[in-house]
């Protein structure tokens, strides 16, 4: 069954098994006593923060191991903002950060603290001289990603390393998804990863903070990891995770090439065989193993739960794929199509023959997707001489029914005519607007419903 969602969690790599079930027997004792058995555990320990320091691009004693990526995030900014609190409170973060960067923001913007969000163009990517203005004289920190987990945007990383270090700012960058791929390039001054998002076992983060970055961790002290990562380090997955983040970095020139070789062809081959769909993220400045794409009329849910009878594992930012029902933050912050988005990460290995398979499969699950929600055709409809405004009433119902409706009667309406679709769901303010992109149409706008919810106008211009 081809697996394509590495951007979550990436398979073991072979060496990251073997390294785990050699350290189990070696690796087992506290590596702070000065015993045998601890000493060859500090040895162990030491090796691996060698071999992962060099593979993020900094000094051995600027690394700690944490226990998973998340934690690396949230004690990097917890520790950052502390440590340079005399300077002042503001924390400048892009739109389409991870969700553990907007959690430790809303933290510290609710115990007073100043979060400026700085937003994205439609490619997902911010401009770096807007992040630049947004630094302030009472900024603490920066945090930019250097790769988007949900549609693979690099970001200008180098860009904006420069404009933190010319107004005094340090930049924590979060490299889960990248540093797999290669170092972070330009003057960070704190990064933060996950191990399990380049083949090695979940439970293991790293942090680097630069020597000369003011820090001062939260909670507790402790004596271990340098007081960043309190508590007993598990060893055997620390070993595990910077073996196979040598491994994979030796093989990452070869396989970033065919891999993108792969997403190009799925990028291509998916808007020929399937109508109405929207490749997102940036066409070259991406990771390599990544591409999303959205389908209009798609229940997200149910088309990834088809595409999974048929043998194929994915992930989507569809707000009919979440707990919350609202679409992802990474889309709506983008502002492009969110309904039937599929999100495809090819883990390393991926045979050429799985991508085809799921090129010949998809038009058939789209399609059948579409029919049994009664999607209209793709053809534009013929213009009409009936009345000049129509109002959908889609209230209580999750998209992509309200945009479906519109669809089906935009034809019923004389070119500049209006339809106006009352609906509820969160995602329809995504979705109504892509969908006249799409289809040539002009979006008016949005104004309260005496009915509840929001009427969305939209008027016929083809």
Known sequence: MPYFDAASAAPLHPVARQALLASLD??????ARLYREGRRARLLLDAAR??????VGCRPDELVFTPSGTRAVHAGISGALAGRRRVGNGLVVSA???SSVLHAAELHGAAGGSVTEVPVGRSGAVDAAVFAAALGAGTALACLQSANHEVGTAQPVAEVAEACRAAGVPLLVDAAQSLGWGPVEGGWSLLAASAHKWGGPAGVGLLAVRKGVRFAPQG???????GRAPGFENLPAIVAAAASLRAVRAEAAAEAARLRGLVDRIRARVPELVPDVEVVGD????LPHLVTFSCLYVDGETLLHELDREGFSVSSGSSCTSSTLTPSHVLRA?????????RVSLPAGTAAEDVDRFLDVLPGVVAGVRERLGAPAAAAAVPAAGSGSLVVDALGR??????IELAKVIGDVPVGGTVTVLADDAAARLDIPAWCEMRGQEYVGEEPSERGGVAYVV???A
């Open 398 to 403: 999750r998209c992509p029914i309200p945009v």
């Open 50 to 55: 060698e071999a992962a320091a060099e593979a």
């Open 26 to 31: 070696e690796g087992w004792a506290d590596p």
């Open 283 to 286: 066409p070259v400045d991406r």
């Open 459 to 461: 008027r016929r211009v």
């Open 96 to 98: 389409v950060e991870h």
């Open 334 to 342: 983008m502002g492009v199509l969110s309904e039937g988005n599929v």
């Open 220 to 226: 507790p002290s402790d004596e271990r990891e340098s």
